[in-house]
């Protein structure tokens, strides 16, 4: 069980465990109900009790009096095999999954929410996914987005090039939402893909009324059906359950908590919408790649040690020179305005660059560009082979960088890599109507 401290000793000293029907009595009032598991982190002085009514409710233990009523069993969902013909007039969709949650299973039994990670999990869940296509899924890994990293990316990219190469025609991949446009950056750069590649998740669990859970799945099936072979993330593009948004995978980032229409294009338009299981191209002027237009090539050397710094007022050079103490292979340094720093950090950045290590500059602004050309700062940092990163994003230059030197450690190669718009990260030019989320349409 997940009890600890008083709570967990308490229970082992009456040999009560989860599953068994059980009366507590304190402060003149008494409950009766099924001991239920908890989560992980909380405290030491409560236990949770299903009662008959269906409500769950904590209760301390301190002053109370525990009766063991009734053994029980622990609380599971053991349900019989679904029996699911395969459709040959429809398309083949992979859901692959990180650890996300959206797609859940109810316990309404104990009120517990149990991750759907197989492909029947998912159709338990969402059985309303066999009327748009053959679904197959399985889990890769099961971690919380923020414990996200390369070696994860790498092991994601291949899981999605294993199901591309065993016939799919288009893959979902199910992510947590804190570092879900990290992921998308990484697998735009690894993979070049025949079929659509779409990453998606929830800000709000399938047990909550307010779910963003089943439009984005099914958006993310019908959009995995589509002409548009590229990573994308599709999530709601309103806070209502009308339609969703595909977001091209390096020009996306999550820009609200907990709003469900959270994930935005930056310095772009979002490639399409997805309405009524119909998938609506949102900018016709924007070039994307199509179905079965390159054969599947997967590049997935990346280098793990570079470093994200932001810059502030009051930063010193101490950091930098701590990644390249640490031997640190390259920096993306997310400056101020067009992408600058403190004048006082330049003579790090130099012993960064002269030791070899690749230092490349985004703009925290979000919207707009770097340009290192305008002001003194910018072109000392240039002068110190600072490499200017245009309007990508922060979180896709750092991405990028890392991809870039698992490709190559060339100076000259590597900047040009950065420089390069390689899958519709960098735009010429970054218009002012694009700072709306007015798409226009």
Known sequence: MSYHGLAKN?????????????????????????????AEDADEFHIVLK???????????????VKLLQKGEKPKID?????????????DISIVSTGGTV???????TGAVHPAFTAEDLLRATPELLDEANIQGKAIMNILSENMKPEYWIESAQSVADEINNGADGVVVAHGTDTMHYTSAALSFMIESPVPIIITGAQRSSDR?????????????????????EVMVCMHATENDSKAHLHRGTKVRKMHTS?????????SHPL??????????????????????????????LEPKVAFIKSYPGITGEIIDYYVDKGYRGMLLEGTGLGHCPDHLIPSIQRAVDDGIHVAMSSQCIYGRTNLNVYSTGRKLLSAGVIPVGDMLPE?????????????????????????????????????????????E
């Open 10 to 38: 308490f229970l082992k000293s009456q040999e009560i465990s989860i599953g068994d029907i059980i009366s507590i009595k304190k402060d003149g009032a008494e409950y009766r109900g099924m001991l239920l598991d908890r």
């Open 79 to 91: 349900l019989p095999p679904l029996d699911v013909q395969k459709d040959p007039k429809k398309m």
């Open 272 to 301: 399409a919408q997805v309405q009524d299981g119909k998938v609506k191209i949102i900018d016709t002027d924007y070039s994307y790649r199509r179905r079965n237009q390159t054969m599947l090539e997967i590049n997935d050397s």
């Open 51 to 65: 009662l008959d009514n269906g409500y769950n409710i904590g209760v301390s233990i301190e002053k109370a009096e």
């Open 209 to 229: 009324p307010s779910s963003d859970a089943f439009l984005n799945l099914m958006s993310s099936v019908n959009a995995a059906k589509s002409d548009i072979a």
């Open 259 to 267: 709003r469900r229409d959270t994930f935005t294009s930056i310095n």
């Open 396 to 440: 896709t230059a750092y991405v990028k960088l890392v991809w870039a030197l698992g490709q190559t450690t060339n100076q000259e190669e590597v900047e040009n890599i950065m420089q390069t718009n390689l899958k519709g990260e960098l735009e010429d030019k970054s218009s002012s109507k694009h700072f709306s989320r007015d798409y226009g």
């Open 103 to 109: 797609a859940s299973i109810i316990d309404y039994k």
